[in-house]
């Protein structure tokens, strides 16, 4: 408890400085608002590094911390926005930020324990490499490349996917999701195995794995979850150091801004014309940052026009079914936002914006939707925290090409927190499509080259 109080203290202090550095708020209730949901998003960040924690609890309050309340503050008293934003809108906003983020934790703290400890005790399986296996889907691969070289051209600043298949479409996206998270799970499948590592196979995964996952070729998203992934899994020994995983996540607004800098440099078409190479506080009014205020906006969209009653979610959840067999079929929510609440504001014509978890929630069912929805959320994610703190799953000395089932599942689970923060920013239609090809290349991964002892 002593603990608890002094990190509440600190947190305290640290946004006391930081929202005086920004600028006070005229309003007392706009700035406690804020404030409260700064501290309480601080304390578990704080708390969850302290304990050495890399898990989604983290990452959920992360995100809270940054994008739902200091980046907006910011905004606020800077008016800075894509359309105006009242003070009663602001107010409205920030209060249903603080239930998402309480029943958030009261999804999270319902207890589990006993039936993860007893699957744990019961359900660690030994698979072994088939190097046979391992060796033909490298091949295979590596022949795939060289055909889509020829075909559209060597580049490590942008996907031959997008144009090999028509541009930036669904197809496109799925096919490089998936061809470079396969290659993906089989360098760390690789790298776990204990394997020599001047082998010609490795060489030649090794040249397939930074030609397809390097980060400035990758989404932001998708360069997170790969280098999460490498991190945990070559530096085990790292993982021990207190707040590491704190410093990931803040540094990585940093990474994600010089991912643009860097891509823009050797991007021809661009020409390094983006903007500046120097980090500014500008960045934070770009469109990586609009979370709080689609937020805002479908409050009020919410409000005039009323909720959609799920609709968004048909979308969703029955992704797979293309467009064309699927006349209607809903856009993303952030594409929705823009076409409905945006096309008022004509100074903003850019559909392409972020839709947050906390905004699909309200836009579908209301306050409703953001309590039940959050509170599924919290207790599934907190199931998984607890299931992959229960073995030291990064420190086991296991023997060569022997992997168990904890360890396999370990990966994906690793793979999912390096998502989770883009699933938290949405749109919930993209987020989840990507999940699904990742999760899919995993297992088509895991098939092809374990086999159970």
Same mark, same amino acid.
Request: neutral net charge; charged residues 10%; proline residues 2%.
């Given at each position: 408890m002593g603990v608890k109080i002094l990190i509440l203290f600190l947190c305290f202090i640290i946004n006391y400085n930081l929202f005086n550095l920004i600028g006070m708020s005229s309003d007392s209730m706009i700035y406690w608002t804020f404030f409260f949901n700064a501290t309480f998003s601080l304390f578990f960040f704080i708390y969850d590094g302290l304990n050495k924690k890399l898990n989604a609890r983290l990452i959920f309050f992360f995100y809270s911390y940054l994008f739902l309340t200091i980046v907006p503050y910011l905004q606020f008293v800077e008016s800075v926005w894509m359309s105006s934003q009242s003070v009663t809108q602001i107010l409205n906003t920030n209060i249903i930020i603080i239930i998402y983020n309480i029943t958030f934790m009261i999804g999270y703290s319902i207890p589990k324990y006993q039936s993860i400890k007893s699957d744990n005790n019961n359900s660690n399986i030994n698979f072994y490499i088939k190097k046979s296996s391992f060796t033909l889907s490298i091949y295979f691969l590596l022949i795939l490349h060289i055909i889509f070289t020829l075909l559209g051209g060597f580049s490590l600043t942008r996907s031959i996917f997008f144009d090999l298949f028509g541009g930036y479409n669904p197809i496109s996206l799925v096919i490089d999701i998936v061809f470079k998270s396969l290659i993906l799970y089989l360098f760390i499948f690789y790298l776990l195995s204990k394997e020599s590592k001047s082998t010609l196979s490795f060489i030649l995964l090794s040249y397939l794995f930074i030609y397809y996952n390097n980060p400035i070729a990758s989404s932001r998203f998708y360069a997170f979850m790969a280098y999460l992934l490498i991190l945990i899994f070559i530096f085990k020994r790292i993982s021990k150091i #207190?707040?590491?995983?704190?410093?990931?996540?803040?540094?990585?607004?940093?990474?994600?801004?010089?991912?643009?800098?860097? %891509?823009?440099?050797?991007?021809?078409?661009?020409?390094?014309? /983006?903007?500046?190479?120097?980090? /500014?506080?500008?960045?934070?009014?770009?469109?990586?940052?609009?979370?709080?205020?689609?937020?805002?906006?479908?409050?009020?969209?919410?409000?005039?026009?009323?909720?959609?009653?799920?609709?968004?979610?048909?979308?969703?959840?029955?992704?797979?079914?293309?467009?064309?067999?699927?006349?209607?079929?809903? /856009?993303?929510?952030?594409?929705?936002?823009?076409?409905?609440?945006?096309?008022?504001?004509?100074?903003?014509?850019?559909?392409?914006?972020?839709?947050?978890?906390?905004? /699909?929630?309200?836009?579908?069912?209301?306050?409703?939707?953001?309590?039940?929805?959050?509170?599924?959320?919290?207790?599934?994610?907190?199931?998984?925290?607890?299931?992959?703190?229960?073995? #030291?799953?990064?420190?086991?000395?296991?023997?060569?090409? %022997?992997?168990?089932?904890?360890?396999?599942?370990?990966?994906?689970?690793?793979?999912?927190?390096?998502?989770?923060?883009?699933?938290? %920013?949405?749109?919930?239609?993209?987020?989840?499509?990507?999940?699904?090809?990742?999760?899919?290349?995993?297992?088509?991964? %895991?098939?092809?080259?374990?086999?159970?002892?």
């Open positions: #207190n707040f590491l995983f704190n410093l990931v996540f803040i540094f990585g607004i940093l990474g994600s801004f010089y991912q643009n800098a860097f %891509r823009a440099a050797f991007t021809p078409t661009n020409g390094g014309s /983006e903007g500046t190479s120097s980090f /500014e506080i500008g960045y934070f009014f770009q469109g990586h940052f609009d979370s709080y205020e689609n937020i805002s906006n479908t409050v009020t969209y919410v409000q005039d026009f009323g909720i959609v009653w799920g609709k968004q979610l048909l979308g969703v959840f029955l992704f797979w079914i293309p467009r064309s067999f699927w006349m209607n079929k809903p /856009e993303g929510s952030g594409t929705f936002l823009g076409k409905n609440f945006y096309s008022f504001d004509t100074t903003n014509q850019n559909l392409n914006i972020s839709a947050p978890l906390l905004m /699909e929630e309200y836009l579908n069912f209301g306050i409703i939707g953001v309590l039940l929805g959050t509170f599924i959320l919290g207790y599934l994610v907190s199931f998984l925290d607890i299931k992959y703190s229960y073995s #030291n799953y990064l420190m086991n000395d296991l023997p060569k090409n %022997r992997f168990t089932s904890k360890l396999i599942g370990f990966i994906f689970y690793v793979s999912f927190l390096g998502l989770f923060l883009f699933i938290l %920013r949405g749109d919930l239609l993209s987020s989840l499509s990507y999940t699904f090809g990742i999760f899919i290349s995993y297992r088509i991964t %895991r098939k092809l080259v374990l086999y159970k002892y």
